[in-house]
């Protein structure tokens, strides 16, 4: 199976570009390199059958986040506050980072 580079990484905040949660913003809570998906906060909600266990009392129908696919989403760049495409600069201390593409902001941390 050929695997994307992932250009996301936990707590981004992505745009959604396509399928049913298209033009919706979240926070990334969970980054799935293997199957290139990641998770994001309070979108693409699933409905997942619980039975009752030793941790979880309650059984019954639970809603959850379910995983989209990485080529799904866009990064939001917090100058532009637009949904940008990413490019990779090394500064002059080496430390590779990421930057917008339209502004140039570094989008790491």
Known sequence: MLREKMHVKKNDLVMVIAGKEKGKTG????VI???SRIVVEKLNFIKRHQRPTGQMRQGGI?????????????IMCGKCNRPVKIGRRILEDGKRVRVCKKCGEVLDV
């Open 27 to 30: 926070k990334i809570l969970k």
């Open 33 to 35: 390199p293997k199957k």
């Open 62 to 74: 639970i809603e959850k986040e379910g995983p989209l696919h990485v080529a799904n989403v866009m």
